[in-house]
């Protein structure tokens, strides 16, 4: 049976993905199997593992940084908003059915059998577990029942680490706060605090260990710098959304109000001179070099709002002007002339698409899930060096769409995906930019579009460049972290 450490956080975007990501990393640096684990994760960034299962990114990033494969057991509970009250709940991989809070709420229990079966799964199979939580421990009207914070610890018998963050200030009323509102038995199981993100000469900040260590009665195990680092964000929260910059080559993507996978476009940041930046407003999309249409967990939704907020006649002005326009999966089916959902997959009712391709979609009850290879097809416009260019990626929705034109890729089964109309292209395909040939091509093209010269060739591999960023948050981490103290935290146990 593994040995286990938990990460639990003050707040969300306390740091708790990144802590057990490096953790994740410097296990495997010193010789040690190790796997994430997540028993309930509500993010609409998810990934279909080699066997067609769904789970949240950011345990395949801990994963990633950890070198094991994605397992959906590391992350049993998915939750996917689809409504601001409601979510499709996943299970192991597979969706189950879409549930209101409330009802979830008093469900949840009734799936503890599941999270310790995929818990003991992964025991039986590496050294070290690092269980990540979610939110606060102390969310006092939610603690009945819990299945993701202390309840987890417990079901595990692991340690805990508390992590604060000190860049949205109030430190000592995080760390102290949270311990004070645990119950006895939860605080002995809290075996350290962790102050995260901190910024500027950490020496002045001893007396504030000091503080917290007299009066907690825990160990700081550690003062962990604000890291400068490029590596998968959970979706809500992440700062990448709140991008404006402006590069030589720029990048639009429309921040949907149900934004899922927007990892896609994270192999951007790698070339020099790319700004990715999201949109919400129509003011805010000017003249861009590309604008991405991403997924959403809520096509119909984000349809409307897309024509409310008046981007979408923006999109249609950009497109006129041949600037390149892209949808993956949502954004695909935005991009067409009619979204239709017959059996209220997504709330139900049907609406007008943009309209730039031809393209119609209706949703079903049937959910694809898969991992696909393909090569582009002879295709023109601005990315016609794309052309028999070979991708992979996978596939996560519930609409069938059709379409009359050329078929943008062709998968390994010999099944078209996607199309394209002049400088408009869309397909089903997360992942499709992360092999460099791609996103490197397309980074040239526009370079060149734009009359200027491009040398930025040679480019890592996207996976090669997530290794080098999963090795500086664990050099930082493993500077700023009493690691005798995290290993001694991991076999005494609780």
């Not at 292209?425 to 992360?434: A, E, L, N, S, T």
Request: proline share 3%; with cysteine; hydrophobic share 35%.
């Amino acid at each position: 049976m593994a040995k286990a450490i938990m990460i639990q956080g003050t707040m969300s975007n306390s740091g708790k993905s990144f802590l057990a990501a490096a953790l994740c990393r410097i296990f495997k640096q010193d010789g040690y199997s190790c796997a994430p684990f997540k028993s309930q994760n509500m993010a609409l960034n998810s990934y279909i593992t080699k066997d067609g299962l769904e789970m949240g990114r950011a345990q395949v990033m801990q994963a990633e940084a950890a070198g094991t494969e994605p397992l959906a057991i590391m992350n049993p509970i998915l939750l996917k908003p689809t409504t601001d009250t409601g979510s499709q709940v996943i299970v192991n991989g597979k969706a189950i059915c879409n549930m209101d809070a409330k009802k979830y709420f008093q469900y949840k229990k009734e799936l503890i059998p599941e999270i310790e079966r995929a818990y003991k799964a992964l025991s039986n199979s590496f050294d070290i577990i690092v269980i990540e939580g979610a939110g606060s421990p102390v969310e006092l009207n939610l603690k009945k029942d819990d299945i993701v914070n202390m309840g987890m610890a417990r079901l595990a018998h692991s340690p805990v680490l508390l992590a604060g963050d000190i860049d949205r200030g109030g430190i000592f009323a995080q760390l102290l706060g949270t311990l004070m509102l645990l119950d006895p038995d939860e605080q002995s199981m809290v075996k350290g605090l962790v102050v995260n993100k901190f910024r500027g000469d950490k020496s002045i900040f001893q007396s504030g260990t000091d503080i917290l260590r007299e009066k907690s009665g825990k160990p700081v195990a550690g003062v962990i710098p604000y890291i400068d680092c490029d590596i998968e964000d959970e979706d809500s929260l992440s700062q990448k959304l709140e991008q404006k910059t402006v590069g030589v080559i720029d990048i639009a993507v429309i921040r949907l109000p149900r934004i899922s996978n927007f990892t896609d476009m994270d192999v951007f940041s790698q070339y020099s001179g790319v700004s990715v930046r999201y949109v919400t407003r129509a003011g805010q999309l000017n003249n861009p070099d590309m604008i991405i249409i991403p997924g959403t967990k809520s096509t119909i939704h984000d349809m409307k709002w897309l024509r409310e907020s008046g981007i979408e006649s923006e999109i249609k002005k950009c497109a006129a002007k041949n600037i390149p326009v892209w949808g993956i999966c949502g954004g695909y089916q935005i991009l067409g002339e009619k979204i239709s959902d017959p059996e209220c997959m997504e709330g139900g009712g049907s609406i007008p698409g943009i309209g730039l391709l031809k393209t119609e979609t209706v949703f079903r009850k049937s959910k694809i899930c898969s991992r696909v290879v393909g090569r582009f097809n002879s295709i023109s416009g601005i990315f016609s060096s794309l052309s028999s260019r070979k991708f992979e990626g996978y596939e996560i929705h519930a609409g069938e769409t059709k379409f009359s034109g050329k078929s943008l890729t062709t998968l390994e089964n010999g099944s078209p995906d996607g199309v394209f109309n002049g400088n408009v292209y869309g397909c089903y395909v997360h992942g499709i930019f992360d092999n460099t040939e791609i996103s490197e091509e397309i980074v040239k093209s526009l370079y060149q579009s734009k009359g200027i010269s491009y040398s930025g060739s040679n480019s890592i591999s996207r996976m090669q460049y997530k290794e080098k960023q999963y090795d500086i948050i664990a050099d930082v981490v493993r500077k700023n972290m009493d690691m005798e103290l995290i290993y001694r935290i991991i076999n005494e146990g609780i």
